[in-house]
């Protein structure tokens, strides 16, 4: 082995010991029991399995040039799919607006309120402002719309979003996409 050699062969696998040690502490953190009470049905309420276990995360994949993710559609508006506003602007906003809502690890405690993110999809790519939280430890609860805890990986789109990457109603809500901080 050359003598330049030993010291390369150190940080690479240094570096692959702190990557893989966060691989391994984002997997999820523990779970959520599902209830039947007060479940909202005709919502798409997905908690009302009594005793049923739901996944929680605490942490997200790692934030890239080009982060894979699963976006859904979302309703920011009142009345939408959540029973509260906007986590980072207490607002609602309408299915016109480009706004999206990152997993809890993504979401970084807000860290990502109002800052911008760039969304590569279907051949396109668009900007949109980060207005909420996709919670992943929390759920089941009417705060919350009785549903499950969000995975790790999700992006909740506008229909605006959605519109600009050029999905309309013929697709079912659910697209996986890479996006970045902007």
Partial sequence: MAAGSLPSLVIVLLLSTV??????????SGYLTGTTSKCNEEKGAECCKAGKKYRQYRCSPPVTAATKAHMTIYDFSEGGDS????????????????????STGWYEDGS??????????????V??????????????????????????????????VWK???????????????????
């Fill in 19 to 28: 990557v893989l040690s966060y691989v391994q502490s984002c997997s999820h």
């Fill in 112 to 125: 990502r309120c109002g800052n911008t993110v760039r969304i590569d999809a279907n051949g396109r790519s």
């Fill in 83 to 102: 029973a509260a506003p906007s986590k980072c602007d207490g607002e609602y906003h309408s299915d016109h607006e480009m706004v999206v809502a990152l």
């Fill in 127 to 160: 900007l949109a402002k980060v207005v909420g939280e996709c919670d992943s430890v929390n759920g089941c609860d009417e705060e919350h719309n009785f549903q499950p805890p969000c995975r790790n990986n999700i992006v909740d789109a506008s229909r605006a």
């Fill in 164 to 182: 600009a990457l050029g999905f309309y109603k013929s697709h079912n809500g659910d697209y996986d996409i890479t996006w970045s901080d902007a």
